[in-house]
């Protein structure tokens, strides 16, 4: 069954620090999201992206992130200072359809520690 | 705005213990409701869903309502296994967006 790739798995970065999480989607796949959980909160929408372009983002992402699709297979979310309060698991996902249905597929995450 | 509660865990139970993990929610409307399911080490997996009143979805021996009346989707599975040991995330979609409304995830213990 195709999958959803995020690399690395784990992240540990200094605080001030620039970090990109990357992921993979499913090659034929057109509509991409970040999401992310803190320790202990609930899974939140931070972004979607279509057609090079962000489609649609949530108040959690700021001027200090970033997502890019740079070329035909990596889809990237940046966090260009990263603070503390940034240490969360960082989920992406894709689908081939706009309304999200069973048609979404999640990878399994990047944890990011920000110290 | 939008927003899902469900019980907090973790949940443990015996194999063959029935199993029922509570989801509520508030939107306006008629969301479509989500049940998702994440094994050690894996994504977030669809587990079933269902999109309007009264719809029920099933899938792996777990089953859940959707009711308007008391704007829940509880979880339920009549013999759970060990192998069913997870966090299960209940969620919405409202409206034409693409974003999820996720609740905080319940962990499912169960031992032989």
């Known amino acids: 069954e195709p999958e959803v790739t995020q690399t690395p798995s784990h992240q540990v970065t200094q605080m001030g620090q620039e970090v990109i999480l990357r992921c993979v989607p499913i090659?034929?796949?057109?509509?991409f999201y970040w999401y992310r959980q803190i320790l202990g909160q609930k899974v939140e929408f931070l972004v979607s992206?279509?057609?090079?372009?962000?489609?649609?983002k949530s108040e959690i992402f700021d001027d200090q992130f970033s997502v890019e699709r740079p070329d035909g297979s990596n889809f990237t979310l940046k966090i260009r200072s990263t603070k503390l309060e940034d240490s969360a698991m960082y989920f992406c996902a894709s689908s081939d359809e706009a309304r999200t249905n069973e048609k979404l597929f999640f990878g399994s995450g990047t944890q990011l520690s920000v110290l | 705005g939008n927003s899902v509660t469900q019980m907090e865990g973790p949940v443990t139970l015996s194999e063959e213990a029935f199993l029922t993990i509570n989801c509520t929610y508030t939107a306006t409307g008629y969301p479509s409701l989500f049940w998702y399911v994440q094994y050690p080490g894996e994504g977030l997996q669809l587990l079933l869903k269902?999109?309007?009143?009264?719809d029920k979805g099933s899938n792996k021996g777990f089953e859940a309502t959707y009711r308007k009346e008391t704007t829940s989707f509880h979880l339920e599975k009549g013999s759970v296994q060990v192998s069913d040991s997870a966090v299960y995330f209940c969620?919405?979609?409202?409206?034409?967006?693409?974003?999820?409304?996720f609740g905080g995830g319940t962990r499912l213990m169960v031992k032989p």
């Open positions: 090659s034929n796949h057109l509509y």
């Open positions: 269902a999109t309007k009143a009264d």
């Open positions: 969620a919405l979609i409202r409206g034409a967006g693409n974003m999820l409304t």
């Open positions: 992206f279509y057609n090079n372009e962000i489609s649609e």
